[in-house]
Every structure is written in C-alpha cells, then in structure tokens.
C-alpha cells in the first residue's frame, strides 16, 4: 500500500525554504540499545532521523531543514501535528516507498496523509517498534485570548521503544501534566522556543517531570540552548546534550 499517495496534492510550507544542511554535515549520536545501536541524525527544527536494527525512522521530515534527496529512504514516518515546520507532503513522498508506513495524527489524515492514524494515548507497534502517541499541547502561550498555538487533542508526542530504550520526541508542547505519568524515559526530545512551546526554564521543569538520562532540546529556533545547563545543575541523571537543531 502506498502510505504517501496524494500527499503532493497538500504540499504546503509554513514559510519559504531556507538553505538545506547537507547529510555529511548532520550531527549525529550513537546510543547503546539492549538490542543493538540507535543512531541519530540531528537534521534541524524537529526533523530527527533514527536507525535501529536495519530500519530508518524519521520524525517530521521537512524539506526546509534538510536536503533529503541525499538522506536514506524511510521505513517508517512519524508527523507530530500538521503546521507545515512538521508536515511536509511533499517530502514525505520524497523518502517514501512503496513499503513506508507513516504515523499520523488525525488531522494529518483529513489533510490527505495515509497512513495509522493515532490519537493522543493510542499506540501501534510498526518494524518491531513501539509507538506511543502523546499529548502536546499549550497551556500558557496563545495565538489569541482562549486560542493556544497548539490545541490539546490536535498534536502528538511520540514514545518509541528501542530494545530496552524509550524514546521521548515531545512534538510542540509546554511542560504539561502528563509528562509525571509517562513512566520511565530513557532519552528525552524536549521542544524550547518561544512563543510556540517552552523558554528554558518551562523545558528545565519539563525535564524534572520527565528524568531521562539524556536530554536533547529540539525545535529550538533562536534560543539561547546554553541557558538550558545551569537551570539543570543541580540535576543528578539528567545529562544535557546540545546538537545543532535549528
């Protein structure tokens, strides 16, 4: 089954593309798993590329933060909400295959994306991988009075579960209450940049909540990363690594 057919037709970017990194200039991670290594490419804004036991797994591929031409095929495609920084038709169509499975949220799907739809506390196990979708949403930050940027019930988070790692890639979220209920987390993706999700200090609490051993700040824009560390000095277990994730 084509997952990505008619995706083209809904090809819409938030703003103009900027320069695309090249893939030899990616930063990337490796992070020891009970069932082998997980690699991860550091693409930009919230676009991340996992490799885990044969498979590559993308989160929000958008053309306007890497040149994807020169970057793997996918097996597999998460899309956190559908704003144009995190869905991308017609990338999306570009690393596909005729065996790419793509994850959803449902309004992804009304806009033309076909794939497993999953809604906030839904999950599905894709190659082997467990795929839990999560709320994200804003509490503080509104587009307008009673209009938060990004609605509750609207976006995902994701938790991916590699051998006996879980993944955390939060989507575009505040330090909401749900993170104290997600049980143990390995590897943290926290968004910080404002007005859209958290400054550094709602991302510190964020992480207190949370208590991955490995916490990586993402969609992260302008913001200063470096403020991240001191708010999280006094953390024991929480190491802070900051990547190029503009």
Do not use: W
């Not at 999953?118 to 467990?130: A, P, Y």
């Not at 209920?181 to 709602?202: H, K, Q, W």
């Amino acid at each position: 089954m084509k997952t990505f057919l008619g995706l083209a037709l809904f090809a819409t970017m938030a703003s103009s593309p900027a320069p695309a990194l090249a893939a030899g200039t990616l930063e990337k991670d490796i992070l020891s798993t009970s069932a082998g290594d997980l690699r991860v490419t550091f693409i930009g804004h919230a676009s991340l590329m996992f490799e885990f036991g044969g498979k590559v797994i993308y989160n929000d591929p958008v053309g306007q933060f890497g040149d994807y031409g020169k970057l793997p095929k996918a097996d597999v495609i998460l899309v956190a909400h559908e704003h144009g920084d995190h869905f991308d038709p017609k990338t999306i169509a570009l690393i596909s295959t005729e065996k790419t499975k793509l994850v959803v949220t449902p309004i992804c799907a009304a806009k033309g994306a076909r794939g497993i739809v999953l809604k906030n506390g839904e999950e599905t196990t894709v190659d082997g991988i467990r795929i839990e979708a999560t709320p994200a949403y804003n509490i503080v930050h509104m587009r307008s009075p009673g209009m938060p940027f990004h609605p509750r019930g609207d976006g995902n988070g994701y938790i991916l579960t590699f051998g006996d790692k879980r993944v955390y890639v939060a989507g575009d979220t505040e330090n909401i209450p749900e993170m104290k209920a997600l049980g143990r987390i390995d590897i943290a993706f926290l968004p910080m940049n404002l007005p859209y999700t958290m400054s550094p200090e709602m991302t510190a609490d964020a992480a207190r909540m949370v208590r991955s051993a490995i916490l990586y700040p993402y969609h992260t824009t302008d913001t200063d990363t470096s403020k991240l560390h001191p708010l999280l000095k006094d953390e024991k277990g929480i190491e802070v690594r900051i990547r190029q994730m503009k």
